[in-house]
């Protein structure tokens, strides 16, 4: 079984925050960010509406220990890709858009670089 745990971006100041609470029923959070303690905001998944994105952790490390969220953005040998999830299965699709492979593949040997909603241009740029 894999730890259920959450990250969520704060848009406005970029600040990474843990949700403390989360209503899926109103897509809103409960956590601290912006220099507060305890504050509401609403999240979407995909970045479009909101104050806060919300990403769930995939339950894997990459080379250097640091958990892999939702739409980061991964480095392995010299390939770029974003983890995903689809179906009960998380993957990583190549910035090539050719193949994609399952999340645990790229992870013993891959590194995190940024996540899709900062840095775009990762994935973009390859």
């Keep these: 079984m894999r730890e ?16 403390y609470k989360i ?6 959070t409960f956590g601290n960010f912006d220099g507060k303690q305890g504050d509401w905001c609403h999240f979407s998944l995909d970045g479009r509406y909101g104050d806060a994105i919300l990403r769930q952790y995939t339950g894997l490390k990459d080379k250097n220990g640091k958990e892999i969220y939702e739409r980061d953005i991964i480095n392995c040998f010299e ?3 974003e983890a995903k999830y689809e179906l009960g299965v998380y993957y990583v699709e190549w910035a090539n858009g050719k193949y994609k492979s399952y999340l645990s593949d790229p992870v013993k040997n891959g590194e995190i670089i940024g996540n899709i909603f900062e840095n775009p241009e990762l994935v973009q740029s390859k």
């Design 79 to 81: 390939q770029v890709g």
């Design 23 to 28: 209503d899926f029923r109103d897509n809103s």
């Design 4 to 19: 259920i745990k959450f990250d969520a971006i704060y848009k406005p100041t970029g600040e990474h925050f843990e949700p």
